[in-house]
C-alpha cells in the first residue's frame, strides 16, 4: 500500500533540510518547486530547487515523494538523475551571467539544488517596460549573457531552452543571468535519447 498524499505539495515554512530553512514558494512548475531558504549557518537567503514532477509523483504525509504508480516508477527515476545531471553541470560553471550551484543533495527520496539567490524579474516582465530601448545598450546586457552561454557551449552542454522567462535581471545593477537547465544535454550523441519538455517558438523544431 502507498503512502498517503499530502494535499499541501510543497514543503511548509519552516522546514528544515539540513542547514538550509524553507521560507516560502517562489516558483512552482510540473517538473518542480523553487523555494526561498535561508542557510541557517551563514544567514544567507539561497533558492532551493526541488525535483518533483507532480504529474507522476506526489508528496506523502511524511513530506517524502512517492511515484504515483508502479508503471510510474521508471519515467521518476529517469527524471530524478536527469536533475542529478543537471545540478552537476551546473556547478562546473564559473560565470558571473549562470546561475552558480552552491551544493546539491539527495532526501525525501528525491533531490535538491542550492542555488545563488538572485534578486530581480525576468526579462519577460523587464521587457514589457523597455520596450524602448537603444539597440546598443541591449547588445551591452545581451553580449554578457552570450558569453556565459559560451562557457556552457565549451563545456559540452546545450541549454535548450533559452527563452525570456529564464533570464533573470538583476535588480542590483541590471545585468542579466541565465537560469533553469532542466533542459541541458550533452552535445554528445546519444542512443535514444529520451523527449523533453520544450517551449514551442523557443527551440529549434528538430527538438
Known sequence: TSA??????????????????????????????????????????????????????????????????????????????????????????????????????????????????ERGQSFRGWWESNKNIREERLLELLLPLIEGLGVVHRSGFLHRDIKPDNVIVRDSDGTLVLLDFGAARSTAPTEGEEASIVTPGYVPVEQ
Open 4 to 117: 498517503p498524499e499530502d494535499p499541501s505539495l510543497a514543503l511548509p515554512e519552516g522546514y528544515r533540510l539540513f542547514e538550509y530553512r524553507i521560507d516560502s514558494v517562489l516558483g512552482q512548475g510540473g517538473f518542480g518547486i523553487t523555494y526561498m531558504a535561508t542557510d541557517v549557518n551563514l544567514n544567507s537567503k539561497v533558492a532551493v530547487k526541488e525535483y518533483l514532477p507532480e504529474q507522476f509523483a506526489y508528496r506523502t504525509t511524511t513530506k517524502t515523494i512517492s511515484a504515483r504508480a508502479s508503471e510510474d516508477l521508471d519515467f521518476y527515476q529517469h527524471g530524478l538523475e536527469s536533475f542529478l545531471v543537471e545540478a552537476r553541470t551546473l556547478a562546473t560553471f564559473r560565470h558571473p551571467n549562470i546561475v552558480r550551484v552552491a551544493r546539491f543533495f539527495e532526501a525525501n527520496n528525491t533531490a535538491y539544488m542550492v542555488l545563488e539567490y
